[in-house]
């Protein structure tokens, strides 16, 4: 299967009802039986429709851990970015309180939320509604447009009975409009669940130029392995059953912005061709980005709306050629093959966190959630897990550092 490169042009031109649809901003919500266009671009943003929902979401969308300073947020939303993606653990609680301040100043209208709950062996629907409850509070809205749980790794949270009992009751109170989640590991298991239950209109998942087919190996004889993403099937099928697709670790999982600046060439900036890569897949309606200064903006939002050029792809054939072997794809194979049952894959995204981000806090954190049969101290040093690596990534001895650095 290839993807599915668009004429933008092409497409606008024939999208049913168009930018004439909507009435008023473009911040997403239409009028009660008001069809959604599927795109629309306007005023130097492109946007497009999220799966099955109303909500028309800017291709560019902001992260917000760290979030930008506010003189910044207010102008990244002025130049049309209508989606958030926070959480209620992102910098203590204080990146919703923060984007609760820019919904006042900015009007409620103009910007979409997606928060997010943990859900842990000890929580109950309580427990889950009262994170809900709380990220309302900071955030200052009566409702979150996307309410997700954060992190899903397997099949059986997206209908653990815990969950649903609190996303029944939270719609009821009108806390939340649709249902989503984020993944990081297991997509394969996850999305098809989430897709398959019917209970979840949307999806977060980690995709970047590093989604090559199976093995980084394959650069050598894959003549187009930029067209080919370890993930797309699920893409596919997300999006032929009409669940919204956002793509986040745009990047790549502990990828540092700034070791991309030995890639800038003349025109070229490496990062806004990863996004452009990102965008130029018709399934994913928009890419997270973290934005901390005035050119990183410019460079992430000249990715809306824009085409891949074939020196762009050149760069990212090169970047991914010499990085792409160490690349963690959260795949969940090593994880998997474990007979002692370590949490390979949420340790080394955690080790990602602490090293590329220098985010150490939510690093060890993220380590002290595993329990003492999941984390480093299980392992065996049986290597199992690298065998089962298709990238080649050294699992065994990434498993003990982030054991000596996280504990
Ligand atoms: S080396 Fe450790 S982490 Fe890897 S498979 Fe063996 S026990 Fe599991
Ligand atoms: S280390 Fe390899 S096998 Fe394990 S999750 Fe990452 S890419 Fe998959």
Redesign the pocket.
Known sequence: MSRKPQDRRTFIKTMAGGAVALRSSLSGLLGAGQAAPTRLEKDGMSYRRLGRTDLLLSEISLGSSPLPDPDLLRAIVDRGVNYIDTSHNYENGNAERRIGRLLQDVGRDKVRVATKFHVAPRDTPASIMASVHGSLRRLDVETIDVLMIHGAETAGVLVDERVLEAYEKLKREGAYRFRGLSCH?NHDEVVRKAVDCGLYDMVQVGYNVFDIQESTREVETYPDYLGASGIRDLLELAHSRGVGVIAMKTLKVGGRRQDLEKYRTGAVSLYQAMLKWVLDDERVTSAVTEILNRRQMEEDLGAAGAKLAAAERTALVRYVGENGTDY????????RACPAGVA??AI?RALAYHESYGKTGRARDSYASLGSGENASACRDCGA?EK????G?A?RSRVREAGRILA
């Open positions: 590991a963690c794809h959260g795949c969940a194979r090593c994880r390979t894959t080394l897990c089962a690596c298709p990238y990534v699992v």
